[in-house]
């Protein structure tokens, strides 16, 4: 990769288990735990996992929701890089123009009590952009975009008056109308029904063309990755254990835990049958876990040398596919 | 052909609301035989969640069956009172229910949970014998027995789904629904439950209606597709033929919106509008206004459900050519 946009370094968020009020915490989840990638501008990389795999609080972590527990993460801008990590105050602000984040469910994600217009115009408001005027020109210029036409009819309805596609629509003027760089997209299609969710995708992939937007694209659902995604990045408890080029990664999984997880996806088509690939018990708990390879209790392929040894580190196995196994 | 056990004729049912009756079913008709797996699919607010609940007759008290009936081995169930609607709901037809977590009651232990279940439906009851039966099914859907002793707070998420499959076949029912069991799953455990449920379905040779908005997972566990938009049953096939040959263009349009993993990377394409409001559904047929192919008549008249040969029923007054 010769150009960079985002490029994440050893990043870690561990969240205290309290203990009390006065008591300092012994015991942490390790949520997300030195983790590294980097996207390309105009790139869309998907991070894909189960539910508490920490794709969720890795993306909160780059647009600074949460703030890392260690590690970097740089945002080129203007030709040099930024680290966003240590961002504060009137930077951290400034910050927020070129990165924004849309949320899974657009039904929690709107206050119900504000119109269309002040929901986008919101955002304008809190970076001091432009006056009422331009701002109403810039919020029914991002209806347009969005496919939410005659602006005039939505700009002053509220949520409710809605559907699903419509209001996940009205999500993502609210994220690009400041004109960011880069977008986090946290599952935005995954409460949407079949029917809504194509445009949904196609609406994403469209804006990203047209207003040079970079996404990082949350999914548990690999078939939807395979269609937002250039690259894919497979989480498991904390760490990524196998990121690929889409195509590669579907065709040619390594890591036992991407294997799996690609032999259990139901496939549309009856004349198909699938190649199970079984693996023992559910997710552990992310609670203080040993220093071995995270995905050793569940591995049909593990052996003792996995069990002596730290987590494996991501190595390179040629043409950009990486993994996190010490098997593969 | 066997003789079907569950026939269900021009069913009909509307929730009262404030603004008006909302048709949540409209006309539908299927029957079901022993052992097949009927998957019926259709995005949220199709009615097919409302279809399942006119079976069982749990119906909410805005909502009425407005004409048809559900004939089991016969017997038809709409004019029954909710005393004789008491002998065969579990006991004949029972239901896995959608969230698994709110339907185990957080206070009682998992196994008591199932064994009061038994006791309500059951007229034999004996405490002991009930015991041993839910640690048979217990074993029969992948659990260990000594969880009985548990709270559903202890249990995970599949876990808690497969407990509640427990319960669903604690009365040894002919008929099984299952309401989206494994939406709020995690793939890997999905796939897992969905293959034990599909091999215990076949073993006690029950008939089976599986309701999913992921077309995916019902071409996995049916013999019988039938694919409801806005209240009504627009096709019904068999598996190979709703996939491979479908007949109502909604039908095509849904399958070819679905991303999948395997294959060559083909457009997928979009379906214009969204779903109809069911206060004021129009005219004729229902999908007409984000159909490629209507035109004057489908505005008009409602397209009859009709048979195309092999078991293939449509309702459209331009079918594919399959």
């Known amino acids: ?95 927020r123009r070129r990165v924004q984040m849309i949320f899974q469910d657009p039904y929690e994600s709107l206050n119900p009590r504000l119109t269309i217009f002040d929901t986008i115009a919101e955002p304008l408001m809190v970076q001091g952009i432009g006056n009422v005027l331009e701002r109403e020109e810039m919020v029914a210029e991002m209806l347009v975009l969005v496919g939410l036409t005659p602006p005039s009819s939505f700009m002053f309805r509220f949520p409710h008056e809605l559907s699903g596609g419509q209001r996940q629509r009205v999500a993502i003027a609210r994220a690009l109308v400041v004109g960011p760089t880069f977008v986090v997209a946290d599952e935005p299609t995954s409460m949407l029904d079949v029917s809504i969710r194509t445009g949904i995708m196609y609406l994403m992939q469209d804006l990203a063309q047209r207003l040079g937007v970079t996404y990082l694209y949350i999914t548990h659902d690999l078939a939807v990755a395979r269609y937002m995604c250039q690259r894919i990045a497979v989480m498991y408890l904390g760490k990524i254990v196998e990121q690929a080029e889409t195509e590669e990664l579907l065709q040619h999984p390594q890591h036992p835990y991407t294997r799996a997880l690609i032999s259990a996806v139901p496939i549309p088509d009856p004349r198909i049958k699938r190649q199970a690939i079984e693996i023992k018990g559910s997710i552990p708990t992310p609670i203080n876990p040993p220093p071995r390879c995270r995905f050793y209790d569940r591995c ?11 987590h494996p580190p991501l190595r390179d196995v040629g043409g950009g596919h990486y993994v996190a196994c010490y098997k593969a | 052909m066997t003789e079907p056990i569950l026939y269900v004729d021009d069913l009909t049912m509307h929730y009262t609301t404030r603004a008006g009756d909302v048709s949540a079913v409209d006309n539908v008709s299927f029957t079901l035989t022993k052992g097949e797996s009927l998957g019926l699919v259709g995005e949220s607010g199709c009615g097919k969640t409302s279809v399942a609940i006119c079976l069982l007759k749990l119906l909410p008290d805005n909502a009425r069956i407005k004409g048809g009936h559900i004939y089991l081995d016969g017997v038809d169930l709409v004019p029954l009172s909710e005393e004789q609607v008491r002998r065969y709901r579990w006991r004949r037809i029972s239901m896995i229910f959608q969230a698994a977590m709110n339907s185990l009651n957080p206070v009682y232990k998992v196994g008591d949970q199932i064994v009061e279940a038994m006791e309500t439906h059951l007229e034999n009851f004996s405490y002991p014998a009930a015991r041993e ?82 077309i995916a997972v019902i071409a996995e566990v049916s013999d019988c597709v039938g694919v409801m938009y806005a209240g009504r049953l627009v096709e019904k096939a068999c598996t190979e033929e709703i996939f491979h ?34 206060l004021n559904p129009p005219p004729g047929c229902r999908f007409h206004p984000r159909c490629p192919y209507a035109t004057e008549i489908c505005r008009e008249q409602v397209p009859e459900f009709k048979d195309y040969g092999g078991d293939h029923f449509a309702a459209c007054w331009h079918p594919l050519e399959g």
Do not use: W
């Not at chain 1, 030195?34 to 647009?63: C, H, M, N, R, Y």
């Not at chain 1, 949460?66 to 951290?92: C, F, M, Q, W």
């Not at chain 1, 049909?300 to 730290?310: H, L, R, S, T």
């Open chain 1, 300 to 310: 049909p392929i593990a052996d003792a040398f996995c069990e002596q040894n730290d």
């Open chain 1, 1 to 95: 990769m010769t150009e960079v946009l985002v490029r994440v370094e050893g990043l870690s968020k561990f969240f205290p288990l309290t203990r009390g009020l006065f008591r300092e915490s012994r015991e942490f989840i390790h949520a997300v735990e030195d983790v590294s990638f980097a996207i390309a501008p105009g790139e869309s990389l998907g991070l894909v996992g189960e539910s508490g795999s920490g794709k969720t609080t890795t993306g909160k972590l780059l647009v600074r929701l949460l703030d890392p527990t260690a590690g970097h993460i740089y945002l080129r801008s203007n030709g040099s890089e930024v680290d966003i990590a240590t961002l504060r105050g009137k930077d951290l602000k400034a910050f």
């Open chain 2, 245 to 278: 040959h479908p007949i109502h263009p909604y039908t095509a349009g849904l399958m070819s919106a679905f991303p999948s993993i395997v294959g060559p990377k083909r457009e997928l394409t979009m379906l214009p509008g969204e779903p109809p409001d069911l």
């Open chain 2, 133 to 214: 039966k839910v640690a048979e099914l217990f074993r029969l859907v992948g659990l260990d027995p000594a969880l009985m002793e548990q709270y559903p707070h202890e249990y995970s998420g599949g876990m808690r789904q497969r407990a509640v499959i427990a319960m669903a076949l604690a009365c040894d029912p002919d008929i099984i629904i299952a309401d989206e069991p494994t939406t709020a799953l995690d793939v890997i455990v999905q796939d897992r439950i969905l293959k034990e449920l599909r091999a215990i379905q076949q073993k006690l040779n029950m008939g089976m209606i599986y309701i999913s908005h992921d």
